[in-house]
């Protein structure tokens, strides 16, 4: 309880606590850009094999999963503007969407995992490495990318957690927003990187 | 400064961003099936370059926040441009 109190009379900058939030997300950005860059070398090198590897992805899961993440970037925005108008229990329905959606993005993804596993497609099988050097780099690239994202969800949702138990208890209020703020951020953030993930790997025709 | 801090983005105008970011998306996965060649990847990117700027402005508030965030936003992404095209430069006139 005490510390409660200290921590209520420190000091607190929703400026620079953002700030310091965008500078992390720079180097998020930053990870995935040079995923990005490997990706487009190796599709520019190995045009035909890319273009033939990705229609075995499945198109209906991704747009599935696609609209999943933007619904869920909604509540969480809703969550913010909730809690700005002092709406405690309204902000905390709205985590707990954001939190539902993610689990159903990743039920989803393992499924789609599973199916391509059950095909004898992962990195390091035989089938795989029968396959030419594009179709390789395609499916490395496809499993690596997507993993990676799947455990920014993961981050994400933990982070969404602790807000959620914080507006709880109410250590994040109207005046003090920040967390919340900072963890909508990271979760657009996983957004704005599913959004180029879903048409690089999903839609090559 | 104080302004700034007290824009609160209302619930009408966020599903409306919502319904504009699945409606591009639904255009997007239209266009990819449709037969274009090179250009199919090029209309694919910008409409997630168009999707990527509207969660950005609105649903990350550069629109509303302070215009340090909005400056450091279009640093990065201008080094991270800059970055691409010397990659390719490299890739493309490689003898």
Known sequence: MEQNHVAHTDHFDPVASKLGMWLFIFTEILLFGGLFIVYSVYRYKHPVEFHLAAEELDVTIGLINTVILLISSMTVAMSITALQLGNKKLTLILLGTTGLLALIFLVNKYFEWGAKIHHDIYPGSEFLLSLSKGDMLFFGLYFFMTGLHALHIIAGLALLGVAFFKVKNGSVNKDRISLLENGGLYWHLVDLIWIFLFPLFYLIH | ?95
């Open chain 2, 1 to 95: 400064m104080s302004e700034h801090k007290n824009h609160i983005s209302t619930y009408k105008s966020q599903i409306v961003v919502l319904f504009v970011l699945i409606l591009l998306t639904v255009l997007t996965v239209t266009i990819t099936s449709v037969h274009l060649g090179p250009f199919n990847t090029a209309a694919a990117m910008l409409i997630a370059s168009v999707k990527a700027t509207i969660v950005l402005l609105y649903f990350m508030h550069l629109k509303f926040d302070e215009k340090i965030y909005r400056f450091m936003v279009i640093l990065v992404l201008a080094i991270y441009a800059v970055v691409i095209i010397i990659t390719f430069f490299d890739y493309l006139y490689r003898p």
